[in-house]
């Protein structure tokens, strides 16, 4: 509490119901309060907290220590109770433990048990996994289920989570409405797909919040385009600084119809548009990242001039940039010399 506002409340009974009033409304804000937090220029709120991994160092993670303080303090101070909270791709609980963790210092919800929803393949199935299992001493061959250890991890939050394995294009989501929607397996159009007809119709308009893991990554530049797509239902609340985490509250309902659009099939000139919108707003590494996948959106849709044309506007320095770096390398060897192009051709 603000001393001088406390001093004037005590002197002021108006200023004192004001204040009461003030905290009765935050304690039924949702998402607004991540809202109010960051539009008031400050560092978001989950940077000030003491760090949330300290508390989760068996669990090898591939999200950001920053992305768990995230996803920690919005199943604390913005999840209300009112929903599930969905983990959509845990690994082997990088997100599910900030989560739970989250859940179980919320002083408004009520009804825990049961309440956080994870979903995988948990299936050894990619390459880029076999170090997390060496960190924890563990050898497992490819196609191999790691799902006892994620269940051995995640031993603690038993009472909060209902585990679903399967491939999410095929599992139903049948938990009724979704507060808190992390998503970090929409890994391909299909999958996405999937996100958008299973867990975007449980969503609540002015409510739910949605974390996609994945946007500010290139390799999956289909959520550009699902979140430019979808617009008009959803509100840009920020990002985490460290890790490719951006945040979104869903603000009006979705019609139904419009769920079950392709959105791969859509004209190019959307897509375009979609990514031409989200450039306005990101800079450094992170416009870069936009930039990568919007050459491999084209090179996707056998558009070789437009994908070096993109290639053009990556500034020059994105090669010194450690997380640009690796990005690049999915751009065709050939087109790199274009990088830092634009401004001589536009000249
Ligand atoms: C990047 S990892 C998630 C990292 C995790 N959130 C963390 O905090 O460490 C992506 C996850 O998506 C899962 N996944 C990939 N394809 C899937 C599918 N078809 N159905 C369900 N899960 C899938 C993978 O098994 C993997 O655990």
Redesign the pocket.
């Known amino acids: 509490v603000n001393p001088q506002i406390e001093s004037k409340s005590k002197s002021f009974p108006f200023l004192s119901r004001l204040r009461c009033l003030f905290s009765r409304l935050a304690q039924r804000l949702g998402w607004q309060r991540l809202a109010l937090a960051l539009s008031s220029q400050e560092v978001p709120p989950w940077q000030r907290m003491p760090p949330v991994w300290k508390h989760l160092t068996q669990v090898p993670?591939?999200?950001s220590a920053e992305e768990m303080q995230m996803l920690y303090w919005v199943a604390r101070d913005c999840y209300t109770g009112v929903g599930t909270i969905v983990d959509g791709?845990?690994?082997?609980g990088?997100?599910t433990g900030p989560l739970c963790l989250g859940l179980q210092d919320n002083r408004r919800a009520s009804g825990k048990a049961g309440v956080v929803h994870s979903?995988?393949?948990?299936?050894y199935d990619n390459i880029f996994y076999g170090p997390f299992f060496q960190a924890m001493g563990e050898e497992l061959a490819e196609g191999d289920s790691f799902l006892h250890l994620y269940e051995r991890l995640m031993n603690p939050f038993q009472d909060a989570l209902q585990v679903h394995a399967?491939?999410?294009?095929v599992l139903p989501y049948e938990a009724g409405p979704i507060e808190i929607l992390f998503v970090?397996?929409a890994?391909s159009w299909e999958?996405n797909a999937a996100v958008v007809s299973k867990f975007f119709r449980h969503l609540i308009p002015g409510k739910s919040l949605v974390i996609h893991?994945d946007y500010l990554h290139f390799g999956e530049f289909w959520l550009v385009i699902t979140m430019w797509f979808y617009r008009n239902y959803f509100k840009y609340l920020g990002r985490v600084d460290q890790g490719n985490s951006v945040l979104f509250a869903y603000t009006r309902k979705i019609p139904d119809e419009l769920l079950e659009v392709d959105l791969k099939a859509l004209p190019l000139e959307e897509k375009k548009a979609a990514f031409e919108d989200a450039l306005k707003r990101f800079a450094g590494w992170q416009r870069t990242e936009l930039l990568v996948g919007y050459a491999r959106m084209f090179l996707e849709e056998k558009d070789e001039e437009s994908a070096e044309a993109v290639v053009r506007r990556i500034p020059p320095e994105a090669v010194n940039h450690p997380i640009s770096q690796a990005s690049l390398q999915w751009i065709p060897k050939a087109m790199l010399p274009s990088i830092g192009q634009h401004s001589a051709v536009a000249a």
């Open positions: 993670s591939m999200v791709g845990p690994f082997l990088g997100s979903y995988d393949l948990f299936l399967g491939d999410f294009c970090d397996l890994k999958l893991q």
